[in-house]
Each structure stands twice: as structure tokens, then as C-alpha cells.
């Protein structure tokens, strides 16, 4: 596999607002070619079996999960547990409120993003994608109504309202007068977050971000590429892992990050794993990584395969599996008593 196509991933995820997929060969002539698929694909599932012209072969199918982002409108006590409960999930969190006193707020909380200014004017800034999920917590309705009108206008994964029952009734219902189809007015969670019986603004928020988290690994599963391993893949400006098993962080300049490099991929798991399907790593040839598909004696050996790879320039693609269920699995301490499936692609630079 070439770098090509990362760039051409990378440009989909910056310009693309829908869900984006990949799609690779894992057995016969073609194992190892891939191919970027746009719009919903939610029929493929990891391991499908898929027609060709001449035989069957074997897929794996992802969706490609960009980095969540989290947009709060509104910054009152509620949202401020949001914020750092957001950032500690791995959401980049972006907040909108109109009042000076409540934007510092949201900064001194933690926010990657603070737009302090009215609601429509701060959402006209915020695109929208498959990876974006809303949470509206404002002041009151005639802003609830403000932000939600906007909202539904933009590609989004998940909107939620706080709220009583009355008060978001009545949104609805202005909503609906002006335009707003009731179908994706009645898609949106209100009131918001899980039913825990909570009360102080930590338990809301907790209610609030656990129904994210529910809602989001309910959906198809994702890939995900993480940025810095998109940026390792691009030969990005630099680079921070572990080297050679020693433990020590380390960081590459982007001069000196010209190098081989694999790959690996979860693509199937049964039993227990300590990572799901469609977790990456990438492994360097000085053996150092970015990410990891759940570290102890599965990962180390997915490194020594990636390293044998790189030294003997072949094969450039072929699917490991690691069982965790044998007696000598037992003696090296993987209490997980699964096994994984590893898609293993070396990337050159052509």
C-alpha cells in the first residue's frame, strides 16, 4: 500500500462531511488492495464475503472514525462538568455561550474552543460531520430554539437537548411551524442524557455523556485513524512513541521520519481481546510505535512480524493470528483467553 492513498483518506476526512469507509482485500491476487467508499455503508460488516469477477474473496470494511468533536451551546454549571468529562473521553470541545463571564468559564474548564459570541453567529463557524455530536444546555428556550434550528441543518452524529418535557414540546412545535422537518425533530435525545436520577450538575453530566458514549458505540463500528498516525503515514512534522520495546518516549523529526513502516489492524477478534476490531498501530523500523493494539505479548509479537517485514522488503501484506486461549498464551500472562486476527500492510512511500 502507498501513501497515496492516506492522502487521499486524509483530503476525504478534511472535505468530506458524511461517513467515510475503506474497504481491503484479504485474500487471493489482490490482498492488500483498498478503496475509499463514501455515503452509508453500514450493509459490510468486518470479514464479509464479497463478489468479484472471477471468485469470492474475503473484505474487511470500516468505517473511518475522524476525531470526535464535541460543540456545547451554552455555558452554565451543566456544561462545565461536560467540558472536562468531554476532553478526558478524547472530544475536541468547542463551546458557545454569549456572556463573557460564562466563555472564561468554559476556558478555565478546559475547552479546546470558546466562541463568545450570539448562538447563530457561533454555529455559522462550526461545519458539521458524522463525528460532530451537539449538546444544547442554554439559558432557555428561545436560545434552545436559536441553536436547534441551526443544528439540524448540519451533518451531525448525535443532538441533545436539555430541558423539560413542556419546554422542549414547545421548541418542537415553533420548529416545526417554521419549516424544520419532524422527523429529525424527533430524532433529537430529549431530554437529554441517560435516565441515572441525576441531580447535581457532575451526576447531569455524567447522564448526559453517557448516552454519547451509548450512542456511539452503538453505531457502526469505526476504524479510526488517529492524527498522529495519519501524520506518521504522511511522514508528518513529528512523531512521539516508544522505541524498541525499551519503554522510553521518543520523538522524530519529520526529516528524519523518511523511513518503512506497517500498519496493523485488528480485523476480527473472538472471545476476549484487550482492543476492538479496527484498532491501529503503527510500527517504525527502529521499532518504535504510534498507538497500540493493547500492548503485553500480542503486540510484541505483531511488532516482531511488522520488523521482519521492513528488513526483508516482502511480504508487503499478509493477516496474523494471535491466540490467547493456549497453555503457552497462559505462561506469557495474557489473561484475555481471545483470539485476534491482524492485518498487517507495509506502506511505501511511491
Excluded at 475503506?22 to 464475503?49: I, P, Q, S
Excluded at 453567529?121 to 434552545?144: A, C, M, N, P, Q
Excluded at 493493547?294 to 516482502?314: D, F, N, P, T, Y
Amino acid at each position: 500500500m502507498t501513501e497515496g492513498f492516506y492522502n487521499k483518506l486524509t483530503d476525504a476526512l478534511e472535505k468530506y462531511e458524511g461517513d467515510i469507509w475503506t474497504e481491503t482485500v484479504l485474500d487471493g491476487e489482490n490482498a492488500g488492495e483498498k478503496r475509499l467508499l463514501t455515503g452509508t455503508a453500514g450493509y459490510f460488516r468486518a470479514g464479509d464475503k464479497v463478489a468479484s469477477a472471477d471468485c469470492t474473496h474475503r473484505v474487511f470494511c470500516e468505517r473511518v472514525g475522524r476525531i470526535p468533536k464535541l460543540v456545547i451551546c451554552g455555558a452554565g454549571h451543566v456544561s462545565m462538568p461536560v467540558v472536562r468529562m468531554g476532553k478526558m473521553l478524547g472530544f475536541t470541545v468547542t463551546v458557545l455561550e454569549d456572556r463573557p463571564k460564562f466563555a472564561d468559564n468554559a476556558r478555565t474548564a478546559g475547552a479546546d474552543s470558546v466562541l463568545c459570541e450570539p448562538f447563530h453567529t457561533g454555529l455559522t463557524e462550526i461545519k458539521g460531520d458524522s463525528d460532530t455530536w451537539f449538546v444544547i444546555v442554554t439559558r432557555g428556550h428561545r436560545y434552545d430554539t436559536e441553536c436547534l434550528e441551526e443544528i439540524l441543518k448540519k451533518q451531525h452524529a448525535y443532538v441533545g437537548m436539555m430541558g423539560s418535557r413542556r419546554r422542549v414540546a414547545i421548541v418542537k412545535e415553533q420548529l416545526a411551524k417554521k419549516g424544520t422537518d419532524r422527523v429529525k425533530l424527533e430524532s433529537v435525545h430529549t431530554p437529554i442524557g441517560l435516565e441515572i436520577g441525576a441531580q447535581t450538575p457532575e451526576e447531569i453530566a455524567v447522564s448526559i455523556m453517557a448516552e454519547i458514549i451509548q450512542v456511539k458505540n452503538n453505531r457502526e463500528k469505526s476504524g479510526g485513524y488517529s492524527k498522529e498516525i495519519l501524520a506518521a503515514l504522511l511522514d508528518g512534522e513529528s512523531r512521539t512513541g516508544k522505541a524498541g520495546g525499551c519503554g522510553k518516549e521518543c520523538s522524530v523529526s519529520g526529516a528524519e521520519q523518511k523511513e518503512k513502516k506497517v500498519l496493523a489492524t485488528i480485523i476480527s477478534r473472538k472471545g476476549s481481546a484487550p482492543r476492538d476490531v479496527g484498532t491501529k498501530m503503527l510500527i517504525l523500523e527502529d521499532g518504535s510505535t504510534v498507538d497500540t493494539i493493547g500492548g503485553g505479548c500480542v503486540e510484541s509479537e505483531i511488532i516482531q512480524k511488522a520488523l521482519l517485514m521492513m528488513r526483508a522488503g516482502k511480504p508487503d501484506f499478509q493477516i496474523c493470528s494471535v491466540d490467547m486461549t493456549s497453555e503457552a498464551a497462559e505462561d506469557e500472562g495474557m489473561v484475555c483467553g481471545g483470539v485476534v486476527e491482524v492485518m498487517l500492510e507495509y506502506i511505501s512511500r511511491c
